[in-house]
């Protein structure tokens, strides 16, 4: 296993408390070494949480390695069930388990004969499966384990409820501004007479799953995390999922349009009282989105025409290389995913909108391609941002894994109507980054050309005239670094040494600057 590849996707065993942690009285419990628990830190700092379900950490030390874990995670799981009286825990394998080859699923089995919970076992394969895959296997095996459990006992019904109800499947803790689609997803479907049954697993009680089935459909926002459990409840109880992703004005209307096909199938009203979203669509698309009129204001005809590079997890890269595509005049020269298992559907869905594919869970690979390409600009995950600094090329965080900074405390969503106001922003905004540097530069501000100054050694094998320096200085410094990297790139392929006025043209059309 290359620690690279598990930069853009955590390891399996972080999949489980994304799921744990979010939902109501239900634990898990992590046989690891100190460090593995973070869960907890990035729980209650970044998404600035005072509720929230701790994981316990079943502490593999020195004592453990050299003799087995014996009955420490059976201890743990009982001791954790008399205090927190779960329902599930879940005792979550790590790689420090596998290395010890020890039997998560026997230790289960012991610890539920004692233990006052249901105890099930995380189904988590290091060598197969990454974050989001354990999360969404997780989720569905928590979701599984409650109706099962009301069929045992008698206690599952079916009886639909008598409105419009959906179940929002797959808001997992440290996402993309989760926490906001999630609350822009109920506003939505509040506006058009949806009620919102339940929401999984954030913030629910999940002694309350067996009632699942109840709701009229499924909705699932984030493909990552909750198809499992939407694909399970579907064939189980044939509940009906919308998996569109309402991101952008068009897979909204879509999205919206597809909720107004599954209730106009359940309901039960005459003809003439039958639901028409369109009007609902026509307001938002015109009163509440400002994306499709920013786009068209002469501040952003400078993104027009641009190129950018988008990789990211599926939902979100997916997103944002149709997005700009077919509504901002921005297509993606390079565009794809790290969640390999989907990066077919993913393929499909952005086909037409970008001009290459760019699969990989290397983040090195994905920094090469992108440091060979040279876009305009980079949409991606927080590894793509360390690579626009370091390229100095305009760059945007879109998709996870996100640095704090991308969980701010004001409300920014991705999905919905007001969504598409902060993905046209953060669309526009990298392509037009370096304003601020050049108004600087006029009024004196701090001084960056000493970070793209070329080194001593290459100064001296190159020399300007004093036209070509005049022609630098009046070029805005947020682009003069990458202008006089390619033109002394293409001077030295050339053989040329005394860069000119005329040298400066020939190169910004051999290599182009744009």
């Given amino acids: 296993m290359k620690p690279a590849h598990r930069m853009h996707a955590g390891p399996a065993h972080i999949g489980t408390p994304r799921v744990a942690s979010p939902s109501k009285n239900a634990h898990a419990i992590m046989h690891a070494p100190p460090g593995d628990d973070h869960s907890n830190v990035m729980r209650s700092m970044p998404e600035r949480d005072r509720d929230f379900t701790p994981v316990t950490a079943s502490m593999v030390d020195r004592h453990v390695l050299a003799r087995g874990s014996q009955e420490k995670v059976v201890d743990n799981t009982n ?6 009286r779960p329902d599930p825990i879940a005792p979550t394998p790590t790689c420090t388990s596998s290395i010890l080859q020890e039997d998560p699923q026997n230790l289960v089995r012991r610890a539920s004969i004692t233990s006052d919970s ?5 189904d988590v394969n ?9 999360a969404d296997g997780t989720l569905e095996q928590v979701v599984r384990h409650h109706p099962n459990k009301a069929r045992g006992q008698g206690t599952l019904g079916r009886a639909l409820a008598n409105t419009p109800s959906a ?8 996402g993309s501004h989760n926490q906001h689609d999630c ?3 109920k506003r939505s479907s509040r506006d058009i007479g ?5 929401i999984i697993p954030e913030g629910e009680f999940v002694g309350n799953l067996h009632n699942l089935p109840k709701a009229w459909f499924n909705f699932v926002p984030h493909r990552e995390v909750g198809l499992m459990t939407a694909v399970y ?12 992703t309402p991101a952008g004005i068009i897979d909204t209307a879509e999205c919206i349009r597809q909720t107004q096909e599954r209730v106009g199938k359940w309901a039960s009203a005459p003809p003439e009282e039958k639901v028409d979203h369109e009007p609902y669509i026509d307001q938002q698309t015109r009163s509440v989105s400002q994306a499709a009129w920013s786009s068209r204001s002469i501040d952003r005809q400078n993104s027009t025409g641009k190129r950018a590079v988008i990789p990211g997890d599926a939902t979100h890269a997916t997103a944002m290389t149709k997005i700009p595509s077919r509504e901002m005049g921005i297509r993606a020269c390079r565009a794809g995913t790290y969640c390999k298992h989907d990066a077919e559907r993913s393929n499909e869905q952005v086909r037409g909108s970008r001009d290459d594919i760019l699969v990989t869970d290397d983040h090195t690979e994905a920094g090469d391609t992108i440091g060979r390409v040279e876009p305009p600009a980079i949409s991606g995950t927080q590894m793509e941002r360390h690579v626009g600094k370091r390229l100095d090329t305009p760059r945007g965080v879109t998709s996870p894994p996100v640095h704090i900074q991308n969980f701010p405390s004001g409300y920014r ?8 106001n902060q993905i046209a922003d953060s669309v526009h905004n990298p392509h037009t980054l370096g304003t601020e540097d050049h108004l600087l530069d006029i009024l004196g501000g701090h001084d960056t050309e000493a970070v793209t100054e070329s080194s001593p050694i290459e100064q001296d094998l190159l020399i300007r005239s004093p036209e070509s320096r005049l022609g630098s200085s009046q070029i805005p410094k947020s682009v003069r670094g990458k202008t006089k990297g390619k033109t002394e790139k293409s001077a030295r392929q050339n053989g040329i040494t005394n860069i000119t006025v005329e040298v400066m043209y020939a190169a910004r059309e051999i290599l182009g600057t744009r």
């Fill in 413 to 420: 969503p991705s999905l919905g109507y007001e969504g598409t």
């Fill in 194 to 198: 949806t009620k919102i049954h339940h």
């Fill in 233 to 244: 409840l579907d064939e189980e109880f044939g509940m009906p999922c919308i998996s569109t």
């Fill in 79 to 84: 001791r954790k069930g008399k205090e927190e």
């Fill in 126 to 134: 290091h060598h197969r499966v990454d974050e989001p895959q354990a």
């Fill in 183 to 185: 609350r822009e997803s």
């Fill in 118 to 122: 249901d105890a099930i076992p995380a």
């Fill in 167 to 174: 179940n929002i499947i797959g808001i997992p803790t440290l």
